[in-house]
T-cell receptor, first 113, second 112 residues
Framework: EAQVTQNPRYLITVTGKKLTVTCSQN?????MSWYRQDPGLGLRQIYY???????DKGDVPEGYKVSRKEKRNFPLILESPSPNQTSLYFC????????????FGPGTRLTVT | QKEVEQDPGPLSVPEGAIVSLNCTYS??????FMWYRQYSRKGPELLMY????GNKEDGRFTAQVDKSSKYISLFIRDSQPSDSATYLC????????????FGDGTTLTVKP
């Protein structure tokens, strides 16, 4: 089944404890992206990757890191999480050469206390 | 001011009604436009994709883009309770193909 998977689905952590949210797609898509979704603020793009080893900032990259060492995986790294990073995170991928027609993962709900 | 403004809703309609969901935008560079549907506790799923101005129809769904007015719409005909979800508009440009800007979403409830 073609899909985007994220792990973990739910995570509660404490301020300052480094964490990684994994994202993997099995559709051989070149484009991948991370978003956060907050009430009243909608979906906001954090980082995106046009291809392996090619990443760029979205609208809200502060406090996040990404890497794209292989086509299928695009992990999101929070080196020192803070409570304002409590949010619902979505990974997405697209067969197209950009943010068109994206397939989204199921989401990761992160709480930072 | 946000680049993309979406009618906030929530919207509640009876089954069988025609629903109109709307977004306006300010960035004239936007060339491609999407509508996503998001059920509660799920990730968004692509409903419609349109490039530039015009209409596109897919079953009960019709997407309209009016670039001169910077206005896009999604129409749902013969709405069903299964259409109850949050609808998100999204848009982007070829000059910065990796970036995508979303509206805040409109929550629709279709009552049987």
């Amino acid at each position: 089944e073609a899909q985007v998977t994220q792990n973990p689905r739910y995570l509660i952590t404490v301020t300052g404890k480094k964490l990684t949210v994994t994202c993997s797609q099995n559709m051989n898509h070149e484009y991948m992206s991370w978003y956060r979704q907050d009430p009243g603020l909608g979906l906001r793009q954090i980082y995106y990757s046009m291809n392996v080893e090619v990443t760029d900032k979205g609208d809200v990259p502060e406090g996040y890191k990404v890497s794209r060492k292989e086509k299928r995986n695009f992990p999101l790294i929070l080196e020192s999480p803070s409570p304002n990073q409590t949010s619902l995170y979505f990974c997405a991928s697209s067969l197209k050469d950009g943010a068109y027609e994206q397939y989204f993962g199921p989401g990761t709900r992160l709480t930072v206390t | 001011q946000k680049e993309v403004e979406q009618d906030p809703g929530p919207l509640s309609v009876p089954e069988g009604a025609i629903v109109s969901l709307n977004c306006t935008y300010s960035n004239s560079a936007f060339q491609y436009f999407m509508w996503y549907r998001q059920y509660s506790r799920k990730g968004p799923e692509l409903l419609m994709y349109t490039y530039s101005s015009g209409n596109k129809e897919d079953g009960r769904f019709t997407a309209q883009v009016d670039k001169s007015s910077k206005y896009i719409s999604l129409f749902i005909r013969d709405s069903q309770p299964s259409d109850s979800a949050t609808y998100l508009c999204a848009m982007g440009s070829n000059t910065n193909a990796g970036k995508s800007t979303f509206g805040d979403g409109t929550t629709l409830t279709v009552k049987p």
